[in-house]
């Protein structure tokens, strides 16, 4: 699998570090089963981590976004941090950087959440 | 149709039984080493000295996958693929070589290698193409070159996904080669609509035959996708999002099973100039303009290149 994960909490926040390529197939799939396991446990505020995130592509996109509406539908949040040029790049051309709360630090990231 | 089996008598029959990998070359003990990385991904492989040697190996042990000497020629590698072949008509090959001239890229394709890779080499990469090479089925593999030059590659295909990404691979080594090459983002729109028509045109049967084309001129890449669906409006399908709602088709997609996506056309149309789909639409051209800062930009490549030779094609 080109995608790994690793899930941890600060301040009440579930953080999800990922490193690799969230592409079509089994990959995206599993963010998808980790937010929604994450969710499912009571989480509420989440945020990805996408800093060795190398490559997505528009089915990541949609699982990012699949995401963001099933966390925002049970009252909760889920933001972006540390986009790499290429994934900023791809969120720049669809747009997408309009519907995400997006940060570049972890700590202002979890503030955010508590505003 | 498949179209490995056309061109490759015995490939279903012949299927090595082993899932293993043969690496012809010395091995490599570095950090990001192929051999790191294969073990990462549980791939087993053994080691071959040279050619005579993958060569005496194979004919006592079945082997999966091999792949080549990073320091040996694509036209080495070829001729090492045919000798390959008489000995395991199934193996699949990932050739690996410090450098290659657009027509060898082509060649590799014409001969069906499974993957051709030119310096500076990802070892990351091509481990994860080895282990889609172990777990790929002998069927429905093929990749047909109807015909080709460095401006005009027009390519027959079974439509399953693993094809698309050695195809995707395929033109982005292609165009690494190139004095006049297309923007690195194009890449990215020709897979979404590859994608797409796969998984929509062809419905996700390998079976099914998509045809492509990829034609460079002067002043635009232009690349050609026809798939054999019954085609759709692209002002009218309510399962893909649209520049004025981004999230509106998720509901859409929810309710009819569908996997959470529905970017690719937006993507794709952010970055090429023009999308055009045919009448029925199940043919798509996809091509992007060179502006004339870019055209001078390229005319001074192209004969910084030519006056350099072929070590400038080398990485």
Redesign the interface.
């Given at each position: 699998m080109?995608l790994k994960m690793r899930t941890r909490e600060a301040n009440g926040i579930v953080i999800i570090d990922l490193s690799g390529q969230i592409t079509?197939?089994e990959a995206?799939?599993s963010v998808?089963d980790e937010v929604r396991d994450q969710t499912s446990h009571g989480s509420r505020k989440i945020l990805l981590n996408l800093a060795d995130v190398t490559y997505i592509?528009?089915?990541g996109?949609?699982?990012l976004?699949?995401?963001f509406?099933s966390v925002k539908n049970r009252g909760g949040e889920l933001k972006l941090l540390n986009l790499t040029k290429r994934v900023r790049?791809?969120m720049q051309?669809?747009?997408?950087y309009?519907?995400f709360d997006v940060h570049d630090d972890e700590r202002k990231a979890i503030a955010s959440f508590a505003s | 149709m498949d179209l490995s089996e056309k061109s490759e008598p015995g490939h279903s029959q012949d299927h090595p039984s082993g899932r293993r990998v043969l690496i012809i070359g010395y091995e490599r003990h570095s950090e990001d080493s192929l051999e790191k990385q294969l073990a990462s991904l549980d791939c087993p492989f053994m080691h071959a000295a040279g050619s005579a040697d993958a060569l005496r190996q194979l004919r006592d042990t079945p082997f999966a996958v091999v792949i080549t000497d990073p320091e040996t020629s694509i036209q080495e590698d070829l001729a090492l693929v045919t000798e390959i072949r008489r000995v395991r008509p199934g193996v699949r090959v990932i050739v690996l070589a410090p450098g290659g001239t657009p027509e060898e890229l082509i060649e590799a394709l014409r001969q069906r290698v499974f993957l051709c890779q030119v310096a500076p080499l990802n070892a990351r990469e091509i481990a994860?193409y080895t282990a889609s090479a172990l777990e790929a089925s002998t069927s429905h593999s093929g990749i047909e070159v109807l015909s080709a030059d460095r401006d005009w590659i027009s390519i027959r295909m079974n439509s399953d996904?693993l094809n698309a990404e050695r195809l995707t691979a395929f033109f982005k080594q292609f165009r690494m080669t190139l004095p006049n090459r297309p923007p690195e983002?194009m890449m990215?729109a020709f897979?979404?609509i590859l994608?797409n028509a796969i998984e929509h045109g062809a419905q996700n049967d390998p079976s099914k035959l998509l045809e492509v084309a990829a034609v460079r001129t002067k002043r635009a890449f232009v690349f050609y996708i026809s798939d054999p669906g019954k085609g759709f409006r692209p002002d009218a399908i309510p399962h893909a999002?649209s520049?004025d709602d981004?999230?509106r088709h998720?509901e859409v997609?929810?309710k009819s099973g569908m996997?959470?996506?529905?970017?690719?056309i937006?993507?794709a149309s952010?970055?090429v100039d023009e999308l055009i789909y045919s009448e029925i639409g199940n043919e798509v051209l996809l091509i992007k303009h060179m502006d004339a800062s870019e055209r001078r930009q390229s005319a001074y490549e192209e004969s910084w290149i030519l006056s350099s030779g072929d070590e400038t094609l080398k990485c």
């Amino acid at each position: 699998m080109s995608l790994k994960m690793r899930t941890r909490e600060a301040n009440g926040i579930v953080i999800i570090d990922l490193s690799g390529q969230i592409t079509l197939g089994e990959a995206s799939a599993s963010v998808r089963d980790e937010v929604r396991d994450q969710t499912s446990h009571g989480s509420r505020k989440i945020l990805l981590n996408l800093a060795d995130v190398t490559y997505i592509d528009s089915a990541g996109l949609g699982e990012l976004t699949a995401a963001f509406m099933s966390v925002k539908n049970r009252g909760g949040e889920l933001k972006l941090l540390n986009l790499t040029k290429r994934v900023r790049d791809v969120m720049q051309i669809t747009k997408l950087y309009t519907v995400f709360d997006v940060h570049d630090d972890e700590r202002k990231a979890i503030a955010s959440f508590a505003s | 149709m498949d179209l490995s089996e056309k061109s490759e008598p015995g490939h279903s029959q012949d299927h090595p039984s082993g899932r293993r990998v043969l690496i012809i070359g010395y091995e490599r003990h570095s950090e990001d080493s192929l051999e790191k990385q294969l073990a990462s991904l549980d791939c087993p492989f053994m080691h071959a000295a040279g050619s005579a040697d993958a060569l005496r190996q194979l004919r006592d042990t079945p082997f999966a996958v091999v792949i080549t000497d990073p320091e040996t020629s694509i036209q080495e590698d070829l001729a090492l693929v045919t000798e390959i072949r008489r000995v395991r008509p199934g193996v699949r090959v990932i050739v690996l070589a410090p450098g290659g001239t657009p027509e060898e890229l082509i060649e590799a394709l014409r001969q069906r290698v499974f993957l051709c890779q030119v310096a500076p080499l990802n070892a990351r990469e091509i481990a994860r193409y080895t282990a889609s090479a172990l777990e790929a089925s002998t069927s429905h593999s093929g990749i047909e070159v109807l015909s080709a030059d460095r401006d005009w590659i027009s390519i027959r295909m079974n439509s399953d996904m693993l094809n698309a990404e050695r195809l995707t691979a395929f033109f982005k080594q292609f165009r690494m080669t190139l004095p006049n090459r297309p923007p690195e983002e194009m890449m990215i729109a020709f897979e979404e609509i590859l994608h797409n028509a796969i998984e929509h045109g062809a419905q996700n049967d390998p079976s099914k035959l998509l045809e492509v084309a990829a034609v460079r001129t002067k002043r635009a890449f232009v690349f050609y996708i026809s798939d054999p669906g019954k085609g759709f409006r692209p002002d009218a399908i309510p399962h893909a999002a649209s520049a004025d709602d981004l999230t509106r088709h998720i509901e859409v997609r929810n309710k009819s099973g569908m996997r959470p996506g529905g970017y690719g056309i937006l993507l794709a149309s952010g970055i090429v100039d023009e999308l055009i789909y045919s009448e029925i639409g199940n043919e798509v051209l996809l091509i992007k303009h060179m502006d004339a800062s870019e055209r001078r930009q390229s005319a001074y490549e192209e004969s910084w290149i030519l006056s350099s030779g072929d070590e400038t094609l080398k990485c």
